[in-house]
């Protein structure tokens, strides 16, 4: 899950009636599992291998008003870290192990985020994918456009951009 990842993911949302999602390729194929915890205040989650059997990531809130938030390895290696702002949590900055930042801009729903690089080029977007009166729970896809960071960077991105909109101090859903 280290090399430079190009491609579309989808990411299922979790519920409380569903705690752990499987993270799938555009065919399907199984990336990746993603397990949250609901009772925690740090907002913790788990990003599994494909099986579920090994622990790849967890990631959790760093800060009291959970805008800032850190993905590390089995072994607490740094992998990335996301600060999201306070007026409305539609920008936020990704710092990447290498020192690499990537800059996530929301728009005014803060349901479908545009991904750049230092220079302002766009390089992932992470759509919803149902509509937001939709009874049904609301997926999203992850194109990552550019050779910018790894599978797990990709996935562990996505869920701490997730997990800050919709926490209790966020105005997004």
């Known amino acids: 899950m280290h090399p430079t990842f190009t491609g579309l993911l989808l990411l299922p949302l979790t519920s409380p009636l569903r705690r752990t999602v499987t993270v799938t390729f555009h065919d399907r194929t199984p990336a990746a ?5 609901f009772v925690s205040k740090r907002r913790r989650f788990e990003i599994r291998d494909a099986a579920a059997a090994t622990l790849l990531a967890t990631g959790a809130t760093t800060s009291f008003a959970n805008d800032h938030y850190e993905l590390r390895g089995p072994r607490s290696e740094f ?5 999201i702002d306070y007026e409305g949590r539609r920008r936020g900055t990704v710092t990447l192990a290498d ?3 990537l800059t996530t801009v929301g728009n005014r729903s803060a349901r479908d985020f545009t991904i750049t690089d230092q220079s302002g080029g766009p390089v992932a977007m992470l759509v919803t994918t149902s509509s937001a009166w939709s009874m049904r729970s609301a997926d999203l896809a992850l194109e990552v456009r550019a050779p910018v960071m790894s599978l797990l960077q990709a996935i562990g991105m996505a869920q701490c951009l997730l997990t800050a909109v ?3 101090r966020g105005d997004a859903t």
């Open 166 to 168: 919709g926490s209790p």
């Open 33 to 37: 599992v993603i397990r949250r915890r």
């Open 99 to 101: 020192g690499r930042t």
């Open 79 to 83: 992998i990335l870290s996301f600060m």
